[in-house]
C-alpha cells in the first residue's frame, strides 16, 4: 500500500529520488502580490531535506516571493506512464554574495561539470549577489500512474 498523498516520507520513495536527482527543471506556482498566480520553471537542487533555488536579485519572483510565503514545486516526466512529484511548501529567502552555492550544484548536473562551471562563471560576472530560495516541503504528493493515480481516478478505479 503506498504510502498515503500528502505524507513528507513520499521524498524518500524511489520515484521522488529519482526525479529529485533528475535534469528535468521544477515548475514553481506562487502568487504575484496582485494575488494572479504564476507557475515558472527552474532549475533546483535538493539538499536531502529542502529544494533549493537560486535566482538573480532582479528577478521578478524575488519581489513576490517573502519570509514565509507558500509555493507549490512540481517535476514531472514527459513520457508515459507519467512520474510526478508535487511539494507544497514554505519558502525562505536570502541574498547571498556571489553565486547560490547549490545554484553551481544545480547548473554541474543540468548542464555537465564543464559547462556548468562556465555557466556560473558568467553568472559570477553578471550577478555580484543573488536569493536563496528554500523550499521546505510541507506536503508531498507523487503519482506514476502505475501505483499512484490522481484522486479520481483512484475512487473511479475503487467503484466510489
Known amino acids: 500500500m503506498p504510502t498515503k498523498q500528502g505524507d513528507i516520507t513520499i521524498l524518500d520513495n524511489p520515484i521522488a529520488q529519482e526525479l529529485l536527482h533528475s535534469k528535468v527543471p521544477a515548475r514553481l506556482a506562487y502568487v504575484w502580490p496582485d494575488g494572479s498566480p504564476r507557475v515558472i520553471p527552474i532549475w533546483f537542487h535538493w539538499n536531502g531535506q529542502e529544494i533549493v533555488l537560486g535566482t538573480p536579485l532582479q528577478a521578478p519572483k524575488v519581489k513576490a516571493l517573502e519570509q514565509g510565503s ?20 514554505t519558502v525562505s529567502v536570502q541574498t547571498v554574495d556571489g553565486v547560490v552555492p547549490e545554484y553551481a550544484l544545480a547548473a554541474a548536473r543540468y548542464l555537465g561539470a564543464e559547462s556548468g562551471k562556465g555557466w556560473v562563471e558568467q553568472a559570477k560576472a553578471l550577478f555580484p549577489q543573488m536569493a536563496r530560495i528554500v523550499v521546505r516541503p510541507e506536503w508531498v504528493g507523487l503519482l506514476d500512474f502505475e501505483q499512484r493515480f490522481p484522486s479520481a481516478i483512484e475512487a473511479a478505479m475503487a467503484g466510489q
Open 70 to 89: 507558500k509555493v507549490a514545486l512540481t517535476i514531472d516526466t514527459d513520457n508515459w506512464p507519467h512520474k510526478v512529484l508535487q511539494i507544497r511548501g
